[in-house]
């Protein structure tokens, strides 16, 4: 079975720029989640989506953004660019409901995004 | 606020040196610990899950465990491919979904 996907690997833009990153989670799963990973902060929560519904969000300001369709793939978006924006964007997907008993995240191999 | 602390925050061994690696929390309606690994410009690859206090894991040479406060991350008789940043994570509900929480990592080196 085919692991979670993400697209683009890599990405270079500009300050103010818009960007937008893809996910294709494991077949059958329904949960996507986004992190992001930074040398300072480490990995931090961005938000949660399951049946095309955001379910959960992390304190990142409303320039990030994100939504799922109808075959759970998930998309993120992330306006007006900052330099500090620049990290490794992962995302994650889970078979089962959220907050079900220990219910295990596989990740992608993540979006590095650079932000000049 | 729920909190994840790793220690220590680096490591070097030399093949065959095993040690052990904290992970140690504070969190509300904790509803399970993951141990990942995680290689240079990767995504972190998923090693374990721990429910309750008292259960045991392990993969090859790698064993974890888990107390009320804490999770140990054991390794023995390391190999160098062993080498990698290795994440302890704790999920918790908030209201009706969940949410990993992610400690800063353990970044281990295995020298041959």
């Not at chain 2, 065959?16 to 410009?41: A, H, I, K, M």
Request: charged content about 20%.
């Amino acid at each position: 079975k085919a692991g979670v996907t993400q697209t683009p690997r890599y990405l270079i833009k500009t300050r103010g720029q818009q960007v937008t990153l893809s996910c294709s989670p494991i077949s059958g799963h329904r949960s996507v989640s986004w992190y992001q990973q930074t040398p300072g902060q480490g990995l931090q929560f961005l938000f949660e989506y399951f049946s095309e519904t955001q379910r959960n969000k992390g304190n990142f300001p409303g320039r990030f953004s994100g939504r799922q369709f109808s075959n759970s793939r998930s998309e993120m978006n992330v306006s007006t660019l900052e330099l500090g924006d620049s990290a490794l964007y992962l995302c994650a997907s889970s078979f089962r409901l959220p907050g079900h008993l220990g219910e295990t995240q596989y990740f992608g191999p993540g979006t590095r995004l650079l932000v000049l | 606020e729920d909190q994840v602390t790793q220690s220590p925050e680096a490591l070097r061994l030399q093949e065959g040196e095993s040690s052990s690696l904290n992970c140690s929390y504070t969190v509300s309606g904790l509803r399970g610990l993951f141990w990942y690994r995680q290689d240079p410009g990767k995504g972190p690859e998923f090693l374990f899950t721990l429910y309750s206090a008292g259960e045991e894991k392990e993969k090859e040479r790698l064993k974890a465990t888990l107390t009320k406060k804490e999770s140990f991350l054991h390794i023995t008789a390391p190999k160098p491919e062993d080498s990698a940043t290795y994440l302890c994570a704790v999920q918790v509900r908030i209201q009706g979904a969940q949410k990993l929480v992610f400690g800063q990592g353990t970044r281990l080196t295995i020298n041959p």
